[in-house]
């Protein structure tokens, strides 16, 4: 089947603007995942939704990110006032079960560059 | 403070030979361990994991071995192919959480 979609695949935003990037999971997966990537490191954790409940935000780097999962399937990450550190690719992850051995699967990500 | 750690950013190794990949972690409480493969402008892919109760796991040409006393990890591929080439991510999760905390990655580069 499908897997893990994310749109835009790249976003130009000026310093300021709010940006909002689509996740769709593989169909069935319980578990999302927003990872940033910053270039040349790996993959950093956002949050984690299991269904429509976001059980650990711990990861976005300040009240300007926001993430939801209103229906259990979509998601969205939104992120306000942009600034320039905010420049990284920004990947998706689903996965079938709760567990924490259960594979994540990414989408191919969004890079957004703020000028 | 990183918690996953990949020392070499990047590794050439010709084709038909061994390929090996490490990765160093600090924290105690990691128990599921993964690698990832990446190619450009693709997100990560899985490719192989192994739990903390186990010192060693093959799949295909792909073995991952794991030294928890000396909180260390290591893949090794062989034999290489040119399409292996690739930034290979070291990942690892604590059984009370579910987010992967990834080290910086390796560039591995397979001549033919």
């Known amino acids: 089947g499908a897997g893990v979609s994310q749109s835009p695949r790249y976003k130009v935003a000026k310093r300021g603007q709010d940006v909002a990037l689509r996740c769709d999971p593989i169909?069935?997966?319980?578990?999302l995942f927003w990872y940033q990537q910053a270039l040349g490191q790996g993959p950093e954790f956002l949050t984690y939704?299991?269904?429509?409940?976001?059980?650990?935000k711990s990861g976005l780097p300040s009240d300007r990110f926001f993430a939801e999962r209103p229906e259990g399937s979509v998601s969205t990450l939104k992120i306000q006032r942009t600034q320039q550190e905010d420049s990284a690719v920004y990947l998706c992850?689903?996965?079938f079960g709760q567990g924490y051995a259960d594979t994540q699967y990414f989408g191919p990500g969004t890079r957004l560059t703020v000028l | 403070d990183q918690q996953v750690k990949q020392n070499s950013p990047s590794l050439s190794v010709q084709e038909g030979r061994i390929s090996i990949l490490n990765c160093d972690y600090t924290?105690?409480?990691?128990?599921?361990f993964l690698w990832y493969k990446k190619y450009p402008a693709e997100g990560p892919t899985f490719l192989i994991s192994i739990s903390s109760i186990k010192d060693k796991n093959e799949d295909g040409r792909f073995t991952v071995f794991l030294n928890k006393s000396a909180k260390h990890l290591s893949l090794h591929i062989v034999p290489s192919q040119p399409g292996d080439s690739a930034v290979y991510f070291c990942?690892?999760?604590?059984?009370?959480?579910?987010?992967?905390?990834f080290g910086a990655g390796t560039i591995l580069r397979v001549k033919s």
């Open positions: 990942a690892a999760s604590r059984g009370d959480g579910n987010k992967l905390v």
């Open positions: 169909s069935g997966h319980v578990s």
């Open positions: 939704f299991q269904n429509e409940a976001q059980l650990d």
């Open positions: 924290n105690s409480m990691f128990d599921y």
């Open positions: 992850a689903s996965s």
